[in-house]
Nanobody
Framework: VQLQASGGGLVQAGDSLRLSCVAS??????MGWFRQAPGKEREFVGA????????RYGDSVKGRFTISRDNAKNTVYLQIDNLKPEDTAVYYC???????????????????WGQGTQVTVSS
């Protein structure tokens, strides 16, 4: 099982970015994104159920971040609009390997992790 994140880069404040994460080896009911800025703890960004109709976001990202998924491609996306310098972080995709259907922002509920993709926002 592997999660491969991509789409990060160096952008300017106000730009938009879409991150992608492809899962291989199995499918997951719940997939999500976390981020970790230098010197800070890993922070919950968002999670989405397999149906796509249920999403949950971290308090610090509500309004500018949109999580979505394409089950046919076994891929989860994170659209980030109006990027700010404080969004600079390594973004990790994650997946809950259980049959759980209730979305959680707790890091411990995610069993599988991608390698991360760096997002750097210049002012």
């Amino acid at each position: 099982v592997q999660l491969q994140a991509s789409g990060g880069g160096l952008v300017q404040a106000g730009d938009s970015l879409r991150l992608s994460c492809v899962a291989s080896g199995r499918t997951f009911n719940i997939m999500g994104w976390f981020r970790q800025a230098p010197g800070k703890e890993r922070e919950f960004v968002g999670a989405i159920a397999r149906s796509g109709g249920s999403t949950r976001y971290g308090d610090s990202v509500k309004g500018r971040f949109t999580i979505s998924r394409d089950n046919a491609k076994n891929t989860v996306y994170l659209q980030i609009d109006n990027l700010k310098p404080e969004d600079t972080a390594v973004y990790y995709c994650a997946a809950d390997g259980t049959a759980r259907t209730v979305l959680s922002g707790r890091r411990s509920t995610f069993d599988y992790w991608g390698q991360g993709t760096q997002v750097t926002v210049s002012s």
